[in-house]
């Protein structure tokens, strides 16, 4: 089995790859699961197109959570497939989100519903939707979380926990892979959660670590707690959390860029 990067905020080493900020990476076994969909239709598209990939031969597609860095590209992928497309999300996916810095925007889905064809099964639930692959329902916070932004609710803005926040979990012999979009439940919590579902290590966590301005002590936890094996760090990880992390863990943290492919 194995992941392709396709949307990742570096552009990495092949020629005709676009980098934009966001994420979405193929897992690629009896099935083909698509995890996000990155910032923009074209940037996933023309990504795809570069790395071989026919959108038709797009089995899943896991959504980690509702933000349009990850869901953005979602439209275009369906309308670039000549069949209806199941999607795996949290049933919070859709909701109204804003940020207010620097000024206030919205930052969900850019979609409804309504606009997208597809077959969508929402659970907050743990879920083997395909033998091997699972969502890993929602995260318990047991340490800190990296949520953002605000919920508009009845003319009301309240704090968004970003419980719709779920990771992508694959089971293997040994151990587990799992794959989080941007880590907003912590990825601390992410690892922990996942190992107990399956009751296995976790060989490796690809994604968006959502480190970027972390402060010292959260990055000192991570060293000291996280049990992962080996940990690809790309999109919100940030650049000095990322340094910082590979100083401390040398050969365990490696870099995510689109085009980068990782055997599992």
Not at 129 to 149: C, K, L, N, P, Y
Not at 233 to 253: E, I, Q
Request: aromatic residues 6%; hydrophobic residues 40%.
């Amino acid at each position: 089995m194995k992941v392709t990067v396709i949307v990742e905020n570096h552009s990495g080493f092949k020629k005709g790859l676009y980098g934009a900020h966001g994420f979405s990476a193929l897992v690629e076994g009896k099935v083909r699961v698509l995890v996000d969909t990155g910032v923009e239709g074209d940037v996933l598209l023309r990504n795809m197109k570069e790395l071989g990939i026919d959108p038709d031969d797009i089995d899943y597609l896991f959504l980690t959570h509702g933000h349009y860095d990850h869901t953005g590209g979602l439209k275009a992928l369906l309308e670039a497939r000549s069949r209806e497309l199941r999607i795996v999300a949290h049933p919070g996916v859709f909701a109204r989100r804003v940020a207010l810095k620097p000024h206030l925007r919205d930052i969900g889905i850019p979609f409804r519903r309504e606009e997208l064809r597809a077959d969508f099964i929402l659970s907050k639930d743990p879920l083997q939707f395909v033998e091997g692959i699972w969502s890993s329902g929602e995260i318990e916070r047991v340490t800190w979380d990296r949520a953002v932004g605000y919920l508009l609710k009845d003319g009301k803005l309240i704090r968004d926990p970003v419980k719709d926040d779920m990771a992508l979990i694959i089971d293997g012999e040994d151990g587990i892979t799992v794959i989080t979009g941007c880590g907003h439940s912590g990825i601390v919590n992410i690892v922990r959660h996942s190992r107990n579902l399956l009751n296995k290590p976790v060989k490796a966590l690809i994604g968006g670590f959502h480190l970027a301005n972390a402060k010292k002590g959260v990055l000192e936890e991570v060293v000291r707690n996280l049990e992962a094996e080996k940990l690809y760090a790309g999109h919100c990880t940030g650049m000095d959390s990322y340094a910082y992390l590979k100083g401390k863990l040398g050969g365990r943290v490696e870099p995510l860029y689109a085009g980068r492919v990782i055997e599992i």
